[in-house]
């Protein structure tokens, strides 16, 4: 009889600086200049497990999605036009087992942590394994990648869309820069640029009186599409000042900025 139940626990978390599900990429960015930190819990094995490691160049963490608890049999995936694939065939966060895998360059080991590369993982990820990447085994360059092979080639063909940014956008950003070091601009503009239009997973939709409107985490975007160029027109929280207000909202991400945005621009 099979098991109702399979049991697993972390063996170590992830410190980043990502704390929004918005700022982890779909992948990591393999020329970001960043280095993050596996930490392995304090239990009986685990340095000693950390043997012969060092000598890889990457290793592959397995991972939980830890903020998803439900799972769709077939989704939206961010990339390419609104269209529904079976779960199995992308890498959606929501799983029947929400367990992901990605591959990362190790930087160095030191007792029981290792300094590792770019991440696609957000501060706090639980850590289910840790197993070395080999070339001879693990890489497949010429294996067909079925709809995804399809939706690069519009990609590479396709002509990047503008990003102009006006007033008030652009002081907005600046300031979010300049007093709470928040900027999700990278991001955003990295997909607009590849198709502004209405997508549920990439969280875009067109509002009544004719903007778009994109969620970045805790704030949106404002913007008009004119030919091919993407007019940032407005930021805006994602919070209502009654939430913003609420006992509960010492967890709500950029809290404090978003206080102070509503006083800033109140009629945003």
Not at 112 to 122: E, S
Not at 213 to 230: H, I, Q, S
Not at 232 to 261: N, P
Request: aromatic fraction near 10%.
């Amino acid at each position: 009889m099979e098991p109702e139940n399979l049991n697993c626990r972390p063996i170590g978390f992830v410190s980043t600086t990502v704390a929004a599900k918005f700022d982890a990429g779909h992948q990591p960015d393999p020329d970001a200049e960043e280095t993050n930190r596996v930490t392995l819990l304090p239990e009986p094995g685990y340095e000693l497990a950390l043997q012969d490691l060092a000598g890889f160049d990457r290793i592959w963490l397995v991972w939980w999605f830890h903020l998803n608890s439900t799972w769709r049999p077939r989704v939206m995936p961010p990339r390419g036009p609104a269209v529904r694939r079976g779960t199995f065939a992308t890498r959606s966060p929501h799983r029947p087992n929400p367990i992901g895998l990605t591959c990362v360059r190790l930087i160095g080991i030191k007792g029981r942590v290792l300094t590792v590369g770019p991440l696609d993982l957000m501060d706090g990820t639980p850590i289910l394994d840790i197993k070395p990447y080999l070339p001879t085994v693990d890489s497949f360059p010429e294996s067909a990648a079925g709809w995804v092979d399809e939706v690069e080639r519009q990609l590479a063909e396709a002509v990047p869309y503008g990003i102009e940014v006006f007033e008030p956008a652009l002081q907005q950003l600046s300031w979010l820069r300049e007093e709470f070091g928040i900027d999700f601009t990278e991001r955003a503009f990295a997909v607009l640029r590849n198709d502004p239009s209405p997508h549920r997973t990439r969280r875009i939709l067109r509002m009544q009186d004719g903007r778009l409107r994109m969620a970045c985490g805790a704030w949106r975007l404002y913007y008009e599409v004119e030919d091919r160029t993407v007019r940032i027109l407005s930021v805006g929280k994602g919070y209502s000042d009654e939430r913003l207000a609420a006992e509960y909202a010492a967890d709500i991400t950029h809290g404090d900025a978003q206080r102070a945005f509503a006083v800033r621009w109140p009629e945003i």
